[in-house]
């Protein structure tokens, strides 16, 4: 934690201390707030009457809302790795897709693309009205104060999301047990979930571990490594394990739990077949490129000098490195299954996710 000071720290805390107030006035005003809709129907609350209650608190299970069924959806994060897949496949699944980015005159996506900045309410609160389901697809991982501004972005997000008027919010986080002495980054996307939610609209999180598919930045951090160095020399983290999934399938999952009124108010693991340590995953990667590798692991290293030494042989910066780094010494694998039953399909393997991210990169090569 050198680089991390005490300030750094005590910010952090603090911060950390402020979202639990914030998160008991939330639960007081979401408390009033039910108390006035009781009281105008006594039936239930209005983002249960479309989408039906959380699995916790239901007797039997809620059938699926129709498939033919159109939603309009926001999609945050639009532009990226993840929501340049997403958007299309809403459309194709038949929802109406508005595509919130800060650069909308430079946005080539699917859907309507809107501006909006998950760090300003008012222009979220603009583009998220009308809509029924939003999806949150954003991070700050390259800031250094990623922390503080990704907990504000999900607070004004989910109270901009509640005066809109969206019924449900779906979100993409971070695998790793809250038992385990979680990285900042990681603890951060778990706080995520619950600022989201602070504001009374249900949220569905889906927590991943490594993304495979070309442009994800913790796969391209892979690819580069292998093909940029014969021989690596790399730290304990070479042996922690991960549980990867192709992006195709993280798409099925964020499309098939919009569809699911199961689905409401709960978070799932998802991953795909294989349990693969950081070493494993990088000489696969080799094998199927046809290079060779050589990993040899160096307990010394430690995650400062990992970090600029990554930002040298590949692109991803050194404030992105560095979080990812630290990251890597939790354990990110599945816990809980139950995504499977309820979005049933068969996850891709991980040699096949690594030759479909190939195949991708050599399409957009073209
Ligand atoms: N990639 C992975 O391997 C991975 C693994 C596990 C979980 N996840 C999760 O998946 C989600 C999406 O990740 P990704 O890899 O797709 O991210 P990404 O490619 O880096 O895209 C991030 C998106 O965030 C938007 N954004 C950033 N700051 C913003 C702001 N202030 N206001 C509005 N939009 C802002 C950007 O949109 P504009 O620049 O157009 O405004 C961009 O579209 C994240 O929650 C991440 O934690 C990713």
Same mark, same amino acid.
């Given at each position: ?73 926001l999609?945050a994060g639009?532009?990226?790795? %993840? ?17 919130m980015t800060r ?13 909006a900045d998950v760090l300003d309410g008012?222009s979220l609160a603009?583009a998220a ?5 939003a999806?949150y697809l954003v991070h700050s ?8 501004r990704d907990a504000n972005a999900a607070r004004a997000f989910g109270y901009a999301a ?30 995520v979930?619950?600022l989201l939610?602070?504001?009374? %609209? ?52 964020? %499309? ?37 590798? %050589? ?72």
């Amino acid at each position: 934690m050198e680089e991390f000071d005490d300030g750094y720290w005590s910010a952090f805390r603090e911060h950390d201390r402020r979202v639990r107030e914030e998160l008991v006035d939330g639960r007081r005003h979401l408390f009033e707030a039910e108390m006035k809709e009781d009281r105008r129907s006594p039936g239930r609350p209005a983002h249960e009457a479309r989408l039906g209650r959380p699995r916790e608190v239901q007797k039997a299970r809620q059938p699926p809302i129709s498939e033919s069924e159109s939603m309009k959806v926001l999609v945050a994060g639009a532009s990226g790795f %993840v929501g340049g897949r997403l958007c299309p496949a809403l459309q194709e699944a038949g929802h109406e897709v508005r595509a919130m980015t800060r650069h909308p005159e430079t946005y080539r996506g699917a859907g309507e693309p809107v501006r909006a900045d998950v760090l300003d309410g008012k222009s979220l609160a603009a583009a998220a009205q009308g809509c029924e389901v939003a999806y949150y697809l954003v991070h700050s991982l390259d800031d250094a104060n990623f922390v503080l501004r990704d907990a504000n972005a999900a607070r004004a997000f989910g109270y901009a999301a509640a005066k809109a008027g969206v019924e449900r919010i779906i979100y993409l986080g971070g695998l790793g047990e809250d038992s385990d002495d979680l990285s900042a980054h990681l603890r951060s996307r778990r706080e995520v979930e619950a600022l989201l939610g602070c504001a009374d %609209v249900p949220v569905t999180t889906l927590r991943a571990g490594i993304i495979v598919g070309h442009g994800g930045i913790s796969w391209e951090m892979t690819r580069q490594l292998v093909e940029h160095l014969p021989a690596m020399i790399t730290p304990r983290w070479v042996r922690t394990k991960t549980q990867p999934i192709a992006v195709s399938d993280v798409i099925r999952y964020l %499309v098939g739990v919009l569809e699911l009124a199961e689905a409401v108010g709960r978070a799932f693991d998802i991953g795909g077949p294989d349990i693969l340590e950081y070493g494993e995953m990088m000489r696969r990667v080799a094998a199927i490129e046809g290079r060779k590798l %050589v990993v040899v692991p160096v307990p010394l290293l430690s995650p400062s000098l990992s970090a600029r030494w990554l930002s040298l042989v590949t692109d991803v910066d050194a404030q992105t490195g560095r979080s990812l780094i630290d990251s890597m010494s939790n354990e990110v694998i599945v816990c809980d299954n139950s995504i499977r039953a309820l979005v049933p399909f068969e996850p891709m393997d991980y040699n096949s996710a690594v030759a479909q991210a190939l195949g991708e990169r050599a399409e957009a090569g073209r």
